[in-house]
């Protein structure tokens, strides 16, 4: 679990991530070939299971992580990876659980989440889905300071993209992610500005929306969206 890439002289920063997640693997793929990141900052990930695309990836990479035992309670881990050494920053993206704030507190510098949308609207997990079903022609992705409550903490920096007709949920999670790769290199560089973010207030919530439900209103709405209609049947947020 050594890095075989090169040590980096810039400042570490441990990545919390789901060891299967597509969001995951690709935000990491995204930020390990940019030069100027890998210069800059010396990343480090804590996954939630030893097996998975993610984990893969890791290992092909030489990136150095541990594997949370308890994904709702990331310290120990955190700790391992770092060598119960000081970091600067701890990011989560895409983490299922609610991140405790003892972990918040331990970076240095920041702790920062990603999110799957333009914030502060679509909080929650999973928010591709809900955009696909609801029929939305924009996606986004955010990044914010973390903290005890989901979705939540100051907005650094945020951006959005075109969700087309016949995109599927797999293709707005995926642009998500590519993203989410940029905005967390700008937001890194505007936290080291002294920049504190706007304010994340309101905004719609979304739980985990079960795949029929996706499909159905989905298939409904891409229907009304051909017709040239305006008209949504969507999912109502909580």
Known sequence: MTRSEGESDGRTLVLLM???AVKATVTL???????????RYDPRVVVDDSEGRLVDSLRRR?????????PGSPAAAVE????????????????????????IEMPETAALNCHGSYL?????????????????????????????EFDDGRILCRDRFKIGLFD??????????ETTATLLREALLLVEDGYEGVENASGSYYSLTPWKTVLVRGAVNR????????????IPPE
């Open 62 to 70: 030489g990136v150095r992580y541990a594997v949370a035992e308890d």
């Open 120 to 148: 502060p609207d679509y909080r929650g997990p999973a928010m591709h889905r809900v955009q696909w079903a609801n029929g939305k022609r924009w996606g986004g992705a955010s990044v914010h300071f973390l903290t005890e």
């Open 223 to 234: 229907a009304l969206w051909a017709l040239g209609s305006d008209a949504r049947w969507e």
């Open 168 to 177: 599927t949920p797999k293709d707005i999670l995926w642009r998500s992610a």
């Open 80 to 103: 391992t990876v770092t060598d119960e050494e000081s970091f600067a920053y701890l990011v989560s993206c895409g983490w299922t659980k609610l991140i405790p704030g003892d972990v």
């Open 29 to 39: 793929q995204s930020l390990l070939s940019s030069a100027s990141f890998k210069e």
């Open 18 to 20: 789901p060891a299967d």
